[in-house]
RNA sequence: GGGGGCGUGGUGAAGUCUGGAGUUCACGCCGGCCUGUCAAGCCGGAGAUCGCGAGUUCAAAUCUCGUCGUCCCCGCCA
């Protein structure tokens, strides 16, 4: 098979200078249409799609195929380019003002009934999209966000190579490390009962980069988590990985710029303003109630406190003699339902508040609430001023440890306050993040990373709580696209850290050892970055979840519909392994088998 | 692990609240007509275990319980 005797031509370049010329194409049939007299074939290729037209007059043997062909066809067509006759140009079709007059037709591979039309007007379910993902490329939106993935990485690669920077590749099968997310372990056949582990990210490994001397370093790197999916978080996904030597967060925010200013001129065609805004996560949290504030609208968090010192209404009187605070947003004229307002009280709960007090000011400015009454008439002119309230705005108030108060009012402002869509672009990187969090059992836990600088050792270790690192996220119209930070290049701070952490040093030498050593062979100062290519695309396409951008992505319960991974696997497979199941396992797979 | 939405010919929806014959709409599919359409048009036709399983009832797509799948959210995601 040679693509001459197939096509000599993409269907979607054809124009009307053309027009004359003998032209090959080859693709699927969009669409038929027969006019008995006259037949039109639409036939797309990857470039586009033009027309074909068959006359049975001249090509009785053309038109008799023609009426055998079905939607997705894949043919070639041998025919004349030629300008369509006066009044029948096709100004929606890039190739309107040509068409193809057949003279030879030949089905290259017939297609099935499909399971869905290869069209953008109805959203098919997506698991039949999924599980006919082949089919499903071929639509406008899917083919559109393969070349937007595309041309991303290759702004990305083309940016960085001609910024010095060195691809490398770091291994897929790694060492687990059973800090941060869970791992997706695979089995050692040569070492039975000894796993890999997928690498959640190539932080380690790039570190060492930058200790091997490669001073610029990146990488499309393929991560694995297995931790629940969101619209936003598949197990497997992808990052722009980078990290340079002799560089503190100016240099990775000053090269990161351009990749990011290069995507989003592909793929958009934008021009971004740089440098992006910088805000500390202090701030974030103090104005938005976030680490990754959508600054494209303000609703921003009133704190109210003191302006409840003393205040007979329990709720606020208890909070703040626990140390709470009491904050706020204005969310306008929302103009909720009693049953409304009672759905905001039930999302504040799910999200870990003990309750909201909602006040919707009336046409003569008093405020609705149900616990007005137990308000003061200065609380409640306090209450009006602190949120410029007017007429009609609902005002949704959180009493509450601060971190739970900005927290559900941070979420609560995105729900009431967040555009659709994302045709504005708004960058921001958040920076001054803690170095650690507390858990929920009170145990410290690395806000990033363990191996993130902290901005201060000697800060870190006697108020580990309150301690600020150097990391920093970037987030776009309140999504975080990635994060990086001033990496540790010494094993004594190195240890110190993980010592804080409730590491003990037997622990650090038998999972971290190999790392330490390494930092004792002069390691430059460096810093990096990961950006989550999926996330980006995702938002740049406008597509409200990473599956759109993701060619064979998986369902929420891990599932690949159209192969069925993650599937069984034979006994003789699990043996050379030395695995064995649990009785129970093995009987529910039994009990699945048979059921199917 | 928890909360919520959804599941109806090949596709998308309406019908479900308030039980009464598988009813409806659009697309697709099959057949016919048609010489300029381009989401072609017109005529005709086929196509359903209302996700699955129990229960209530004279009667279940519809009510109840369970279960499976899926999406969104909380937890989780160093």
Redesign the pocket.
């Known amino acids: 098979m040679d693509e001459a005797t197939l096509r000599t031509a993409r269907a979607g370049g054809l124009r009307r200078d053309d027009v004359g010329t003998e032209v090959r194409v080859a693709g699927w049939v969009?669409?038929?249409?027969?006019?008995?007299?006259?037949?039109?074939v639409?036939l797309r290729d990857a470039t586009g799609?033009v027309?074909v037209?068959i006359?049975?007059?001249e090509h009785p043997d053309l038109a008799d195929l023609t009426?055998t062909l079905?939607?997705e066809f894949c043919i070639s067509v041998l025919g004349q380019l030629r300008a369509?006759?006066e009044?029948?140009?096709?100004p929606?079709?890039n190739t309107?003002e040509v068409?193809i007059?057949a003279t030879d037709i030949t089905v290259l591979s017939a297609a099935a009934?499909?399971?869905?039309?290869i069209?953008d007007?109805?959203?098919?379910?997506?698991?039949?999209r999924?599980e006919f993902r082949y089919l499903d490329l071929r639509r406008p939106r899917m083919a559109a966000n393969l070349l937007a993935r595309s041309r991303a990485i290759h702004a990305m690669r083309s940016t960085l190579a001609d910024d010095g920077f060195l691809e490398v590749e770091t291994p897929t099968l790694v060492k687990s490390?059973p800090?941060?997310?869970?791992d997706f372990l695979v089995p050692s056949r040569l070492r039975q009962g000894s796993f890999y582990a997928l690498p959640?990210?190539p932080?380690?490994f790039k570190q060492l980069l930058m200790v091997g001397g490669v001073e610029r370093y990146y990488q499309i790197a393929r991560c694995y988590?297995d931790?629940?999916?969101?619209?936003?978080?598949q197990v497997e996904f992808t990052q722009l990985d980078i990290e340079g030597a002799f560089w503190g967060q100016d240099q990775v925010l000053a090269a990161l710029e351009p990749v990011i200013s290069a995507v989003a001129k592909a793929l958009r065609g934008v021009d971004l303003e740089t440098p992006f805004p910088l805000m500390s996560y202090a701030e974030a949290m103090a104005r938005y109630g976030t680490d990754k504030p959508d600054i494209r609208f303000d609703m921003e968090l009133v704190e109210l406190t003191d302006a409840f010192s003393a205040t007979e209404f329990k709720a606020f009187s208890g909070t703040i003699d626990s140390g709470g605070i009491i904050a706020g947003i204005n969310a306008g004229a929302l103009g909720l339902s009693r049953a409304g307002l009672d759905g905001l009280v039930?999302?504040a709960k799910?999200?870990?508040a003990k309750g909201l007090v909602w006040m919707v000011v009336e046409e003569d400015e008093t405020l609705r609430s149900p616990v007005a009454k137990f308000l003061s008439a200065d609380e409640l002119q306090a209450i009006k001023e602190r949120f410029a309230a007017g007429a009609g705005d609902t005002l949704l108030i959180v009493a509450d440890a601060a971190a739970v108060t900005r927290?559900v009012l941070g979420?609560l402002r995105v729900d009431l306050g967040q555009p659709d869509g994302h045709e504005e672009l708004r960058f921001l990187w958040v920076t001054d993040f803690p170095v650690f969090?507390v858990?929920?059992d009170g145990r410290l836990?690395?806000?990033?990373?363990?191996?993130?600088a902290p901005a201060d050792v000697a800060e870190m270790e006697e108020s580990p709580q309150t301690a600020v690192s150097r990391a920093y996220d970037l987030v776009l119209n309140g999504t975080e696209l990635g994060s990086g930070s001033e990496r540790i290049h010494d094993s004594d701070t190195q240890g110190r850290v993980f010592k804080v952490l409730g590491i003990s040093d037997e622990e650090i030498e038998s999972r971290f050892g190999w790392f330490m050593r390494a930092l004792q062979y002069g390691t430059p100062p460096h810093a990096g970055f990961a950006v989550g290519i999926d996330r980006i695309i995702a938002i740049l396409q406008d597509e409200?979840?990473i599956?759109e951008v993701i060619p064979f992505?998986?369902?929420?319960?891990?599932?690949d519909?159209m192969t069925q991974s993650p599937g069984p696997v034979d006994d003789p497979q699990l043996q050379e392994l030395g695995i064995d199941l649990r009785p129970e396992v093995r009987r529910a797979l039994e009990d699945e088998a048979e059921a199917e």
């Open positions: 969009a669409t038929r249409r027969d006019h008995g007299g006259v037949l039109f639409d799609i027309q037209v006359n049975p007059e009426h079905r939607d369509r006759p009044g029948t140009v096709n929606d079709l309107g068409e007059g009934p499909l399971p869905f039309q069209d007007r109805v959203d098919v379910d997506e698991v039949r999924l490390t800090e941060g997310a869970r959640q990210s932080q380690l988590r931790e629940d999916f969101r619209s936003d978080r039930d999302r799910d999200l870990g927290s979420a969090e858990a929920a836990a690395a806000a990033h990373h363990p191996f993130t409200p979840n599956r992505p998986k369902t929420q319960t891990g599932l519909p």
